[in-house]
C-alpha cells in the first residue's frame, strides 16, 4: 500500500465518523484509532475487574441480609462489565491474556479510584453513589462511541451502574437520617471519596494528551472537564439534599453560567496515585494475582474440557 491509498482511506474513515457511522471490528481503522481504543478499553475493562476489590472487601460484613445480597450483586456486575468489555478489545484483534498479563505485572492503568482503602461501611455508599455516579456520567458519552462494540457495551453496562447507583445512595440516605455516629461515617466516607471521585474523569482537557484525538474520531464525545463539571453539578444538590456537607470551602455556586465550582483538585496526588503509590496499588496487585493464581485450577479445568469436547467433535464429523 502506498501512502497516498493510506492518506485515501483515512479520508474516508474520517468521512464515516463525521457522519455519526458507526465503525465495526471488520471495517478498516487507522492502526492509531485501534490502538487507543485498546488502550482505553483494556484500562476501562481493568478498571471494572480491580474496582470488585474495594467492595468485596465488605461483603462478609455487611450489616444486613438485605445489603448483602445487594452489594453481592453490585460486585457481581462489575465483573460482567470487565467481561464485555475483554470481549469487545478482542475484536480488535488483541488476545485477552496478553491485557491481563499487562495488569498482573502492573503495567497496565486501571482507574486511579480503586487505589483507595474501604474503612468503613459507609464506604459502600460512597463509592455507589459516586464512583458509580461518575462512571454513568462518563459512560452515557461512550455509549455513543465511534466504536460499535464498545459503544454497545456501554449501554447495558449504563443501566447496571444505575442500579449501583441507586444503591449507594440509599446506604448514604439512611445513614445520614441515622444515629449522629451513623452520619458521621456518611460525612466522613463522602469527605474520603469526594476528590478521588473527580480525578476520575482524567486530567484537565489542557493536560490530556489523548483527549483531542480521540474528540476528532468520536471515541469520546465530550471532554474530561466538561464531564466532570456535570457530574459535579448533578452530585453536588444530591448531597445537599440528605444533610451532608462537601469537603471543600471554595465550593460555590455560579448563578450565571448555573454551574458549581470547586476548588483546585490535588494533580499532585493523581500523578502520585497513576503512577502505582497511591495508597493501595501495591494491594490492589497483590490480590489480583494471588486471585489468578488460585484460579489456575479453572483455567486447566476448561481447557481440558474444551479440548474433550473438540476431539468427541472431530470423531462425530
Ligand atoms: N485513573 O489523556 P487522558 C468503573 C490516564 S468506572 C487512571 O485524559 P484518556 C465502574 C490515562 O489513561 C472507571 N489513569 O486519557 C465501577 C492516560 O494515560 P496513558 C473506569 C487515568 O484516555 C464502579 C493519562 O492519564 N472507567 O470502573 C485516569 O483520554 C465501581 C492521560 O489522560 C473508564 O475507564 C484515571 N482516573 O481519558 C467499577 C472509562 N484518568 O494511557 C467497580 C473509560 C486519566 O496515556 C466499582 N475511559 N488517566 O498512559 C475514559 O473515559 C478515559 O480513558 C479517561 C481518561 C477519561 C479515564
Redesign the pocket.
Known amino acids: 500500500m502506498t501512502p497516498a491509498d493510506d492518506t485515501t482511506r483515512i479520508q474516508a474513515f474520517e468521512s464515516r465518523i463525521a457522519r455519526g457511522e458507526t465503525i465495526e471490528p471488520k471495517d478498516w481503522m487507522p492502526e492509531r484509532y485501534r490502538k487507543q481504543l485498546v488502550?482505553?478499553m483494556s484500562?476501562?475493562a481493568h478498571?471494572?475487574v480491580v474496582?470488585?476489590l474495594p467492595?468485596g472487601n465488605w461483603l462478609t460484613r455487611a450489616p444486613s441480609l438485605r445489603r448483602k445480597i445487594s452489594l453481592l450483586a453490585k460486585v457481581q456486575d462489575?465483573a460482567g462489565?470487565g467481561l464485555y468489555i475483554y470481549c469487545g478489545t478482542e475484536t480488535l484483534g488483541v488476545d485477552r491474556d496478553e491485557l491481563i498479563g499487562q495488569l498482573l505485572a502492573g503495567t497496565a492503568?486501571?482507574?486511579?479510584?480503586f487505589n483507595y482503602p474501604t474503612l468503613t461501611w459507609a464506604d459502600m455508599g460512597a463509592?455507589g453513589w459516586l464512583?458509580?455516579g461518575a462512571?454513568i456520567v462518563?459512560?452515557t458519552a461512550?455509549a455513543k462511541a465511534s466504536f460499535g462494540p464498545y459503544a454497545r457495551a456501554m449501554i447495558r453496562i449504563c443501566k447496571e451502574?444505575n442500579f449501583?447507583k441507586r444503591q449507594g445512595y440509599e446506604i448514604m440516605a439512611t445513614l445520614g437520617a441515622g444515629t449522629p455516629a451513623q452520619k458521621a461515617m456518611a460525612q466522613d466516607a463522602l469527605n474520603r471519596w469526594w476528590w478521588p471521585s473527580l480525578?476520575?474523569?482524567?486530567?484537565s482537557d489542557k493536560d490530556?494528551?489523548?483527549?483531542a484525538e480521540?474528540l476528532r474520531w468520536k471515541v469520546?464525545q465530550k471532554g474530561?472537564d466538561e464531564l466532570r463539571q456535570r457530574f459535579i453539578n448533578l452530585t453536588i444538590p444530591q448531597g445537599t439534599a440528605i444533610g451532608l456537607t462537601f469537603p471543600d470551602p471554595l465550593l460555590h455556586h455560579d448563578a450565571e453560567t448555573g454551574d458549581w465550582i470547586t476548588g483546585p483538585i490535588d494533580w499532585a496526588e493523581f500523578h502520585q496515585v497513576?503512577s502505582g503509590n497511591g495508597p493501595m496499588n501495591r494491594e490492589r496487585l497483590a490480590a489480583r494475582n494471588q486471585a489468578h493464581d488460585e484460579g489456575a485450577w479453572v483455567r486447566e479445568a476448561a481447557e481440558a474440557y474444551a479440548a474433550k469436547h473438540a476431539a468427541t467433535s472431530r470423531e462425530a464429523a
Not at 492503568?109 to 479510584?113: E, G, V
Not at 490530556?208 to 483527549?211: A, E, I
Open positions: 488502550r482505553m484500562q476501562h478498571s471494572e474496582g470488585m467492595e462489575e462489565h492503568k486501571y482507574s486511579s479510584i463509592i464512583v458509580d462512571a462518563n459512560q461512550l451502574e449501583h480525578m476520575m474523569f482524567g486530567p490530556s494528551p489523548n483527549s480521540l469520546k474530561n497513576i
